[in-house]
C-alpha cells in the first residue's frame, strides 16, 4: 500500500518536473553571467581554469562559506560521535598482500592529491578535489593497518592554520586592495604554475584544510567498536 | 534531452528509496541519489553541443566553444555540501544503531509516521 502510494506520489512530481525541465534549451551556446566569465576569466583573474576562477575568486566568499560548511560538519560528527571511553576501530587486519601494496601507494595518491590542489588553476580539480584524494590513501592506510593512526593535534593544527590562511588572505585584500579577497598579488604569464594571484594560494590551503577535516572524519567514523 | 529525463529519473529512484525504504543507511543512500541526479541535471543544462572544457589549456580555444562554468562550479559547492551532510546523517545513524540496536525505523519508536 505505501509503495502504490509512493509510486503515484513520483509519478505526479516526475511529470510535472520533466514537463518544466525540457522546456530549458538543451546544447545551446552559453549566455549571461557565463558568456562573461568565459569572455573575461584570463584577463580579470589571470587563472586558465574558468572554473577555478569563478569558485575561488569570482564566488571566493562562497567557497569561505564552503568551507566552514564543511568544518562545522566535522565538529557536528566529532560531538554526535564523542565517547568517553575512548573507541577503537575494527581489529581486522587486511591481508599482507593489502598491505604491502598500501603501503607502496599511499605517497603516491599523496602526491597526486597534492599535484592536484597545486595546479588547481592551470587543470581540472582544486583544493576540494586534491583534499579529498589525500583523505582516501589515509583511508586506505586505515584499512589496511590496524596499528595505523593519525595524530589529531596535528590535524587541527593543520586545519586551523590552512582557515586562518584563507581569511589573513581576505583581509590583505581588503588592506591593500578595495574589497574582501581581491586579487592584489600580480598576475603573471596565464597557463604558467606561479600566475593568477591569489588563486594557488587560497586553494592550497583549502586542500590542507579538507585533507585535514576528512581525514579526522573517517577516523571517527571509523572508530565505532567499543 | 535524454539527460535531462535520465537525471529527474535518479532523483525519482533515489525519492523512491527515501520514501519506501526501512532500513536507515539505504534511505541515506537515496538521500545521496537524489544529490547526484540534480548535479546531472544542473551539468546538463550548463551543456553546449561540441563543447569542451572550460578550460584554456591550449592556444586558440575560443569561448564560445566552451561548457557553461557556472554551473560546475555550483555543483562544486553543492558535492562538499552532499559530502558533509551525508557524514553528519551517516553519524547520527551510528549514535541511534548503539541506542536501540536496530536500522528498521519501523522499530525505532518515537520515529514512526
Known sequence: MRKVIAILLLIIIGYYSIDTILKIPFGEGVKGVGKHYLESTIKETGAVNSVTAIVVSYRGFDTLGEVTVLFLAATGLGAILYDKKGKKRSLQNASLIVKTSSKIIYPLIALLGAYVFVHGHLTPGGGFQGGAIIATGVLLMFISYRSFETNHKALSIIESLAGMTFVTIGFAGLIYGTSFLQNILPFGIPGELFSAGIIPLIYVAVGFKVGAELTALLDNLLKTIK | ?113
Do not use: C, E
Request: without cysteine; aromatic residues 6%.
Open chain 2, 1 to 113: 534531452m535524454i539527460y535531462y529525463i535520465t537525471s529527474i529519473l535518479l532523483v525519482l529512484i533515489g525519492m523512491y528509496a527515501v520514501l519506501v525504504k526501512k532500513n536507515l543507511i539505504k534511505i541515506v543512500i537515496g538521500l545521496s541519489i537524489v544529490d547526484n541526479g540534480i548535479h546531472l541535471l544542473l551539468i546538463a543544462i550548463g551543456y553546449v553541443k561540441n563543447g569542451t572544457a572550460p578550460i584554456f589549456s591550449k592556444a586558440g580555444l575560443q569561448p564560445n566553444q566552451m561548457v557553461d562554468p557556472v554551473p560546475q562550479a555550483l555543483v562544486l559547492t553543492a558535492i562538499v555540501i552532499g559530502l558533509a551532510v551525508t557524514a553528519v546523517a551517516l553519524s547520527l545513524i551510528i549514535r541511534l544503531y548503539d541506542h536501540h540496536k536496530t536500522l528498521n525505523i519501523n522499530k525505532i519508536r518515537k520515529l514512526k509516521w
